[in-house]
């Protein structure tokens, strides 16, 4: 777990882990291992439950804010999985982010920076609401996201409510909406940290396996 910490916090290539942790064939093989099983999943989930129980609120929230942001990739990933976000002129990657009031993660996706952001919301939707079942009720997304997404919310039971920007706000450059902040706020906080998990790729997972060369950074 340390090995696997340490990978996601530095961004090293696994090959180039420190020689006093585990080999590094043997730690890309865990992780594998436990990413495809959904290990990574319930050690994320078990937490945030906790936390949620601890400020008396169930487990599982009824509202959520979603959002996006793009952003560079490293040189090493593959072009294959990244894009131009022509809006934000960012090449790179998408990533997408459901959280509730309090901030905690209920459901990540990653995408190509090109992916609209209806692609992202609707990844999202299907995510939080398979996590909270009928207990999840709402759901705040920016003006980025369109009738798409609106439209596959109702589908899901869940009433998507698009927060507009104030019109005095025009002209002031960022500026916070109510609720939908503790989206953003979270986003600093996991770019700050550099604690994005190395799991939340959305395509299929290998099957674990030791590799005889340096695996692909993720």
Known sequence: MNAVFYQNRTGCQWRYLPHDLPSW???FYYFGLWR???LDQRIQELPRCQVRERDRRLEDPSLVIIGTQSVRAAAGVAKTTTGLDANKKVSGRKRG???DVMGLIT?????AASAHDNAAGAALLDRVSERCGMRLEKALVD??????VVIHGALLDIDVEVVRRNPADQGKGFAPQPKRWVVEQ?????MLLGAWP???TTGPTPPPQASTGPPPRT
Do not use: C, M, W, Y
């Not at 459901?107 to 995408?111: A, C, E, F, K």
């Open 198 to 200: 190395a799991s939340t």
């Open 186 to 190: 979270t986003n600093g906080t996991l």
């Open 36 to 38: 495809q099983d959904g």
């Open 143 to 148: 003006q980025g996201f369109k009738d798409e």
């Open 107 to 111: 459901g990540v996706v990653v995408l």
């Open 25 to 27: 064939s043997a730690v």
């Open 97 to 99: 982010l459901a959280v």
